[in-house]
């Protein structure tokens, strides 16, 4: 494998964990928003709240866009392909809590993180 195809094939599965990851993020805080009964809700101060569904939908958006900025990260220059993958992997694993990105994204995000971070010279 040349050294080329491997950062290319980090940038890809970074780029589509975090897709996922934003897509998850959309379709929670769309359900929770305008669907609260396809989803079920957690005992709040009046009764069923859909609150804590807004405070992970806002988790998967900020992970989603960090893990999109370091799958650009392992794409450019050399230097910045360790940091990228280092933030690929640390924002992918928060995104558990909210559903992964359906799961995939999450794998897709640390699998992209870990390869760049091992091709980074």
Known sequence: MNDKSSPNKAFKMSIAGGIL?????????AAATWF?????????????????????????????????VGAILIQ????????????????????????GGFIAGFILGIIGGVSAIRRAH
């Open 76 to 99: 450019t220059r050399t230097l910045n392909k360790r940091i990228g993958g280092i933030i690929a992997v640390a924002f992918s694993i928060p995104t558990v809590i909210m559903g």
């Open 36 to 68: 609260p009964w396809v989803i079920p809700t957690l005992p709040g101060p009046t009764g069923n709240s859909n609150v804590p569904f807004g405070s992970l939908t806002a988790v998967g958006l900020i992970c989603g866009t960090m893990v999109l």
């Open 21 to 29: 990851i934003l897509i998850n993020a959309v379709l929670l805080g």
